[in-house]
C-alpha cells in the first residue's frame, strides 16, 4: 500500500546540533508540507513543496530548510537546533491543490 | 489575512448528547474549508470539507459566510468521537492549509 513515513518517530537532541527530520512518500504525490504541532498554537506551516527542486517557504520557516531532490522525499534540516524547536513535526502529502493532505505518523522531537 | 480560530480548547459532553465545535475563519472571496481530526495513536485525517456538502461519521459543517463560520456538528455524540479537531483554511494562493489552534473533545459516558 503507498504510505508515507516519517523518521525518526522520536529524536531527543542538544541545542546547538543539526538534525534532520525524514519524510517519504509512495503516492507519487507532487506536494509535501512540514508543520509543527504545538499547544497552544495547533499546526503551523513550516515549509512546503510543489515538485522537485521546488520549496517554499511557510509561516514558521526560520531555523528550518528543506530541499527537493526527488518526488518521494522531503527532509526537514534544523541547522542549529534551538530549545524553541521541541514539537512534534508532521509531514503531510498531497496529490493536487485539493486541501486533502495526508500525514505522516509525526515525529517528536525534543532540543535540550 | 487569512486566520483560522477555533476558540475551545476543550469541549466535553456526555454520550448522546449535541456537539458543536466552533470554527471561525477570516478570508477575502470565497473560502474553501476543511475539518480535520486526530483520534489518539493515530494520524490525522481528512473528516469532511465544505464543497462535498457531506455527512461524515454522523458530522455534518455548514458554511455560513454572512458569520464567517465553518462549525462542525452532530446530534448524537458517541464515545469513538473523542479526538482533537482542527478547523484548516485553503490559503489565498491556494497553496497550502492554514490550520485552526484545534479543539479536544471529549465525550463521555
Known amino acids: 500500500d503507498a504510505e508515507i513515513t516519517q523518521s525518526p518517530r522520536h529524536k531527543i537532541t542538544e541545542t546547538g546540533r543539526q538534525v534532520t527530520l525524514a519524510c517519504h512518500q509512495t503516492?507519487?504525490?507532487?506536494?509535501m508540507f512540514w508543520y509543527r504541532q504545538d499547544l497552544g498554537h495547533g499546526l503551523r506551516l513550516i515549509h512546503y513543496s510543489y515538485g522537485v527542486q521546488d520549496t517554499n517557504k511557510g509561516e514558521v520557516s526560520d531555523g528550518y530548510s528543506v530541499s527537493r531532490s526527488n518526488t518521494e522525499d522531503l527532509p526537514l534540516t534544523l541547522e542549529s537546533a534551538a530549545s524553541s524547536q521541541t514539537s512534534v513535526y508532521f509531514c503531510?502529502?498531497?496529490?493536487?491543490?485539493?486541501?486533502?493532505?495526508?500525514f505522516g505518523e509525526g515525529s517528536r522531537l525534543t532540543v535540550l | 489575512a487569512q486566520r483560522v480560530t477555533q476558540p475551545e480548547k476543550l469541549l466535553s459532553v456526555f454520550k448522546g448528547a449535541p456537539v458543536e465545535l466552533k470554527c471561525n475563519y477570516s478570508y477575502s472571496g470565497s473560502p474553501e474549508l476543511f475539518w480535520y481530526v486526530q483520534y489518539s495513536r493515530q494520524r490525522l485525517q481528512l473528516l469532511l470539507r465544505?464543497?462535498s456538502r457531506e455527512s461524515i461519521k454522523g458530522f455534518t459543517a455548514d458554511l455560513n459566510k454572512g458569520e464567517t463560520s465553518f462549525h462542525l456538528k452532530k446530534p448524537f455524540a458517541q464515545e469513538e468521537d473523542s479526538a482533537m479537531y482542527y478547523c484548516a483554511l485553503l490559503n489565498q494562493a491556494g497553496t497550502a492549509l492554514i490550520f485552526g489552534k484545534g479543539t479536544t473533545l471529549s465525550v463521555s459516558s
Open positions: 503531510a502529502s498531497s496529490v493536487g491543490n485539493t486541501g486533502e493532505l495526508f
Open positions: 465544505h464543497i
Open positions: 503516492w507519487n504525490h507532487n506536494n
